[in-house]
């Protein structure tokens, strides 16, 4: 067992402008440190991941969880993906309805069925099936923060977090209410492995953006892709996947950490909530 650690989460890359985004940076805050505290003491990275989004899920200050937009039909679909770097485990729910936690969701997935991606009804009864917590009023519990009030269609906000730890494994957990006003049954890249989620022994990668981009990139696999067979570094790889996804017409962020421990957080939208933290003393949080 090593000492070193690293771990990095998002809130997503469709920040206001000029907003006062400190209420969710003192949350990141608090989330970082506790995920530190967490994985300095042993804990896995796939464990601190899950819990990590799972809290920004119930914070309900991003487009994810308890902050999730209605889709066009005013019904609340959630998709969310776990990746375990060290056996390539994965798991994803897609249009989930009615579950506190998507991440759980993907977990169960991953645990306790033979698959990896989960949709729809079939995601509702399974997450039923494992006790997981359901959401019995949606009109009270969703609060959907006041973005979708003042942003256009098909603006972003999903929530991420990518982690090594002193084992030397990395992971990473995406969750997202997906696109504002998006077509009931809309799919974006979060709980697609390869391209909103990836972790392998070279990286682990959360991404936010379009979907649609990050789907037709690949994105998060092309970050190990570029690594594994292009000699990039983690900084490169990331900025050659985002400069790919731009070249299609899109934009949005990632957060990525290496085997060695190197966090990146980058984007090409106008801010990424973002947080970083090391054991080597890392710490920044910012939104642009
Ligand atoms: N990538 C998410 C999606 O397309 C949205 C986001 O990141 O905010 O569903």
């Known amino acids: 067992m090593s ?99 998507p991440i759980a969701a993907a977990r169960a997935v991953m645990e306790r069925t033979p698959h990896v991606l989960i949709a729809g009804e079939g995601a509702r009864m399974l997450a039923r099936n494992c006790g997981l917590d359901e959401v019995v009023d949606p009109a009270a519990y969703y609060k959907p923060i006041e973005e979708r009030c003042l942003l256009p269609a098909r603006t972003m906000g999903t929530v991420g977090a990518v982690a090594l730890d002193t084992y030397g494994d990395l992971a990473a957990a995406t969750s997202t209410g997906g696109v504002l006003s998006k077509t009931p049954g809309r799919v974006g890249d979060t709980p697609l492995i390869g391209a909103g989620t990836w972790a392998d022994e070279r990286c682990a990668v959360s991404c936010t953006g379009l979907g649609e981009y990050f789907i037709r990139a690949a994105a998060a696999a092309d970050v190990s892709a570029r690594i594994r067979y292009g000699g990039s570094t983690l900084e490169e790889a990331v900025q050659g996947a985002l400069d790919d996804v731009k070249h299609l017409g899109g934009e949005g962020g990632m957060i990525a950490v290496g085997a060695d421990g190197t966090l990146i957080a980058n984007f090409n939208s106008g801010g990424l909530k973002r947080g970083l933290m090391d054991s080597e003393g890392r710490f920044d949080v910012g939104t642009f």
């Open 3 to 101: 000492k070193k650690w690293a771990i990095a989460l998002h809130g997503g890359a469709g920040p206001i402008f000029g907003r006062d985004y400190s209420r969710e940076e003192a949350h990141m805050t608090g989330l970082l440190k506790e995920a530190g505290r967490r994985l300095a003491a042993g804990v896995a990275a796939l464990d601190v991941v899950e819990a990590m989004v799972a809290d920004l899920e119930d914070s309900g200050l991003h487009l994810a969880g308890k902050g999730a937009a209605p889709n066009s039909e005013g019904r609340f679909e959630l998709d969310a993906a776990i990746m375990d770097g060290r056996t390539r485990n994965a798991g994803a729910v897609a249009a989930l309805s009615g579950f506190l936690s």
